[in-house]
Every structure is written in structure tokens, then in C-alpha cells.
């Protein structure tokens, strides 16, 4: 009999996103897409996503991802989505040979900002095109300019109610018992998903709690996008005062904004940043054994303007240090010269990063010691 197991994956790209979550029931999701790799630059580390995301569904005899999240709309999230996904408002975008998106999830400032460009102008104007059709979408929170937005395109905003999600829910459609995953939405929030015609994506980005269950162990998983401080510092606030504080552990925590110190604090620190009390309070939740993941270009060895930041990424060491766990970047992994994607799988023994030991010249696939995870 097969052992209960998900699986989460982790890509080098650089300073970019993407986590595809593959279900032991068979549904696979993709947190952003954001493909880098330069072709014709031999020096070019960073994955070819894309291959590496067909080789996947085609093993599975797959041409769809089940639910594919842009968290939001900034380039690291979506680069080069619109050339490979089949998207359903424009012929043009049908090509025959495109990944198909079942579910589309994304905050609503994906679908009420005014003024976006290029790949993200495309994404909006498919979420809209879901959104007034009324299927393949979820939207998550509800600020009024969404309402504003619907009721200008003709619709009735209690048409669409079941489409939307606010934080403090769990997702429609996923459920510890029959998929093995419940997704807690933790932002945006109404007030911070959008102001009118002048969006902040970060403060409006898509953060969740997967707390997979496989054998009677259960893992959480926090996904971050680019989350900064202050958002972290109100998500604690109102997570600690609903006394939902469980929510809010973490086995495996994919880092906001590629190991940035805006994440912990707006002081960067000269040697590590001392993250604000809420921050700081989020980190003492990760579970022994933990998994930190830095979706970032490799840790610089001095201070830059641009992340990752060595002080930023001092504190998460320590931080993974105190509770016996690791810190892993994924343009390190499995070695700075040839990084390659990070597997972890969630089992009945929690999740457990798969390793390439190098033996008499041949790579053999191996396991870490597992994450403790939580006895459901």
C-alpha cells in the first residue's frame, strides 16, 4: 500500500516565484509563474521553468494545472505567464500547445487596479473575463472598489459572492478529509486589497496557511509573496486576537520578497535585522525541524540596495538554527554552481527535503531527516 504523500516544489529562478504543489489525491497547484532563464546565455543558472513544468504535466499525462494563484502582479510573479498558459479572453492567447489554468485565483487588486502594462494588463483582463463570466476564478477579499467594479461592468455583487474569499476564511473546495490540504487565507484585507485607481500590490498580495494532512500528520505550509512588515505585523494582530495563533505555524515558510529586510523590519541592521515584535513573534511559530525558503538570487557576502539582504538573511539562519531546522536558497540548492529545483515531500512523518548525494559519481536521490509537522 502507497504511503500518503504531497509534494511542494521550489524553482532557482533568481529573484523570482513560483511553488507548485502537487496533492496526494492527484490535483496539482501552482503558486506564480515567473520564467527568467536567459536561452542563449550559457552562464544563465536560473531553471527554464516552462520545460521543467511541461516535463511535469506530462508525466502525469496532464495539460492543466487545477489552480494556478498569481499572488499578485508584479513581474517576479508572472513573467512570461501570458506565452505559456492558454487564456480563455483573447484567441490569441489559445494556442493549441498552452497550459491550461482549471481555477484562477488572485487578489482583487489584480482585478480593479487601473493603469497596469504589459503582462499584467493581460492576467487582469483574464481574471475580469472569468470574473463577469462567473466561473474558473476565485478572488480573494472584498474591498468596495471591487463591489464599484462589478456593479459598472452590469453585474449584481451577490452574483458573484461565490466567487470571493475574504481573509479569515478557508478556500471553497479543498479539504483536509477529501483532498488532504485546507488553505487559510490570511491577506489581503478588504481595506488593504485596494484604494480606487491606486493599487500597493505588495500590502495587497496573496498570503495563506496549506495545512496538508497525510497519514495523521499535519504540515503547514506558509506562502508569503512579497509581504512586508507592517502587513505581517496587522496579520499576527488579528490572527492572535481571534486566537486563531495555530494558523500561523509553519514547517515550511517560503520567504516574502526574496529574503528581504522590509519583510522583518524597516531597519536593515548592520550584521542581521532585528525583525519588529509581531515579526519576530511569526518566526518563534516555526515548529521544530522547520524549512525556511528563500526564493532568491544567492546571499551576497555584503550590503546591497536590492535583496537578498545578508542581515535579512542572517535572521532566518539563526531563526532555522533555534528550532533545529534549515535555511535554504533556491539559487544554492542543491550548490551554487548548478542549483536545481527543491523537493519537499509531505508524508505521515512531516515534510522532508530531497537531496542529490553524489556517490562514486552517479547521483543517488535521498531525504533529510523529516519536519516534525503536527499529529492532526
Aim: aromatic share 8%; charged share 30%; glycine share 6%.
Amino acid at each position: 500500500m502507497e504511503t500518503a504523500m504531497h509534494q511542494a516544489t521550489f524553482f532557482p529562478l533568481g529573484n523570482a516565484d513560483t511553488c507548485l504543489l502537487d496533492l496526494e489525491c492527484g490535483k496539482k497547484l501552482l503558486f506564480d509563474f515567473a520564467h527568467w532563464e536567459d536561452a542563449e546565455d550559457d552562464k544563465d543558472l536560473r531553471i527554464d521553468l516552462g520545460a521543467a513544468l511541461r516535463e511535469d504535466l506530462e508525466k502525469d499525462e496532464r495539460d492543466s494545472f487545477d489552480v494556478v494563484a498569481f499572488t499578485h502582479l508584479d513581474d517576479d510573479h508572472i513573467h512570461g505567464a501570458t506565452d505559456f498558459f492558454y487564456l480563455e479572453h483573447a484567441k490569441k492567447y489559445q494556442d493549441t500547445d498552452r497550459i491550461k489554468i482549471n481555477e484562477l485565483w488572485v487578489p482583487a487588486a489584480a482585478i480593479v487596479e487601473e493603469g497596469v502594462k504589459d503582462e499584467a494588463n493581460v492576467i487582469r483582463a483574464e481574471a475580469r473575463h472569468r470574473l463577469k463570466q462567473g466561473r474558473g476564478i476565485r478572488v480573494f477579499s472584498r474591498p468596495d472598489a471591487l463591489k464599484e467594479w462589478l456593479e459598472n461592468a452590469d453585474l449584481d455583487p451577490a452574483s458573484r459572492q461565490h466567487l470571493i474569499t475574504d481573509a479569515g476564511q478557508t478556500v471553497p473546495g479543498f479539504t483536509k478529509q477529501k483532498h488532504g490540504v485546507e488553505f487559510f487565507v490570511h491577506s489581503p484585507f478588504a481595506k488593504t486589497a485596494a484604494d480606487g485607481s491606486m493599487v500597493q500590490r505588495n500590502p495587497a498580495s496573496l498570503v495563506m496557511q496549506a495545512s496538508l494532512l497525510a497519514g495523521g500528520c499535519e504540515t503547514k505550509l506558509l506562502l508569503s509573496a512579497d509581504t512586508t512588515h507592517e502587513i505581517w505585523s496587522e496579520i499576527v494582530g488579528v490572527t492572535c486576537y481571534k486566537k486563531r495563533e495555530s494558523r500561523l505555524a509553519w514547517d515550511i515558510f517560503k520567504l516574502p520578497h526574496h529574503c528581504s529586510y522590509k519583510s522583518l523590519s524597516p531597519e536593515k541592521g548592520k550584521s542581521k535585522t532585528t525583525p519588529v515584535d509581531n515579526v519576530q513573534w511569526l518566526l518563534d511559530q516555526g515548529l521544530s525541524g522547520a524549512l525556511i525558503v528563500s526564493s532568491s538570487e544567492t546571499i551576497p557576502g555584503a550590503d546591497q540596495k536590492q535583496p537578498p539582504h545578508f542581515q535579512a538573511a542572517a535572521k532566518y539562519k539563526e531563526t532555522a538554527g533555534n528550532i533545529d531546522g534549515e535555511f535554504v536558497v533556491t539559487m544554492e540548492h542543491p550548490k551554487k554552481t548548478a542549483p536545481d529545483k527543491l523537493i519537499v515531500e509531505i508524508g505521515p512523518d512531516g515534510a522532508k527535503r530531497k537531496k542529490e548525494i553524489i556517490a562514486g559519481g552517479a547521483a543517488i536521490t535521498g531525504s533529510t531527516a523529516p519536519r516534525a509537522g503536527m499529529d492532526a
